[in-house]
């Protein structure tokens, strides 16, 4: 059997690299492209040393814990104990996760008589399974894998940091009432100019049994400014609370939103009801969220009430 130690050590040199620079993107860490360079190198290095039957003594458990440190230390330094298992702990994890992946495609793709052929059949009557992964499968399953882990465990992360600013919305208006989820948004700074009432925004969608179809479809069209012009000729039971506020769009000159005038706005957020009665609620066409997670706009005004 011919050995290409080049080629594994270049395909373990990726490899490494890759999993080392998933790891600085979870830990937030900004490391010198040298240092990750090095700390995969001496990956790569052990992986190669490993063939060697004179160096077969490094093939255990204490070595193999020596060079993971030390890959974390030439990577990412020390930076006290916490921070270095911490990093250390998350270079496991993401080694864990796409070898896992790796071998589960592995399998996946193999065919029945494959899957026997890998099962041994031990003289005391066990059974043990043999792993025979070419390098053209690794190198062409572990980039997708890196990034797919990366990816599913970035947008967790966010969205578990998005939870904190998610609060309940209670609209009420006479008899109606409508239930939501918003988004306190710091960068809100939307108010009407004359009476500097702070305007919060909300799906139209939301309120689709009460706003007349012809009024959803301008609404979602952005044309509140036609629709306000034509109201004399409709019937509707808010038009006394309606507004139109001006705002600037991105990349666009002024454009209106159509507001309603509400009786109040409760808003439940760590486990505080922040009752708010000077408040307007705008009416977006569109979708505030693409997986709606929330489906309102809160102006960050209205928390601070709490205080």
Not at 101 to 116: A, C, D, K, L, T
Not at 149 to 161: D, H, Q, W
């Amino acid at each position: 059997m011919v050995v290409y130690l080049d080629l594994i050590f270049l395909a373990n040199l990726l490899i490494d690299g890759a999993i080392l620079s998933v790891t600085a993107r979870i830990r937030h860490i900004r490391p010198s492209p040298w240092r990750l360079f090095a700390s995969a190198v001496l990956g790569a290095s052990y992986v190669v040393m490993m063939l060697m039957p004179s160096l077969s003594f490094m093939f255990t458990f204490a070595v193999k814990c020596l060079f993971s440190l030390a890959m974390i230390a030439i990577a990412f330094g020390f930076g006290g104990l916490q921070t270095f298992l911490r990093n250390l702990g998350t270079f496991y994890l993401v080694n864990f996760a796409v070898a896992g992946g790796m071998f589960g495609i592995h399998y996946f793709m193999r065919s029945p008589g494959q899957v026997m052929n890998g099962i041994l059949v031990t003289s005391s009557g066990g059974l043990a399974h043999r792993i025979d992964v070419g390098l053209l499968f690794v190198l062409l399953t572990v980039p997708p894998l890196v990034w797919m882990f990366k990816s599913v465990f970035v947008s967790a992360k966010r969205r578990k940091e998005l939870t904190h600013y998610l609060a309940e919305v209670r609209i009420r208006i006479d008899d109606f009432e409508s239930v939501c989820t918003g988004l306190i948004d710091t960068g809100n700074r939307l108010y009407d100019p004359l009476t500097r009432t702070p305007v919060m925004v909300i799906e139209a969608a939301q309120w689709n049994g009460v706003l007349p179809d012809s009024w959803l479809n301008r609404i979602k069209r952005s044309e509140v400014d036609q629709l306000v012009a034509g109201i004399a000729d409709d019937t509707f039971v808010w038009q006394d609370r309606l507004r139109l506020i001006p705002y600037r769009g991105v990349n666009r000159g002024t454009q209106f939103m159509l507001a309603v005038k509400p009786d109040k706005v409760v808003i439940v957020h760590n486990e505080a009801e922040i009752v708010n009665e000077k408040v307007l609620v705008g009416l977006d066409g569109g979708k505030l969220c693409a997986d709606g997670s929330y489906q309102a706009i809160i102006h960050p005004t209205l928390v601070q009430l709490e205080a």
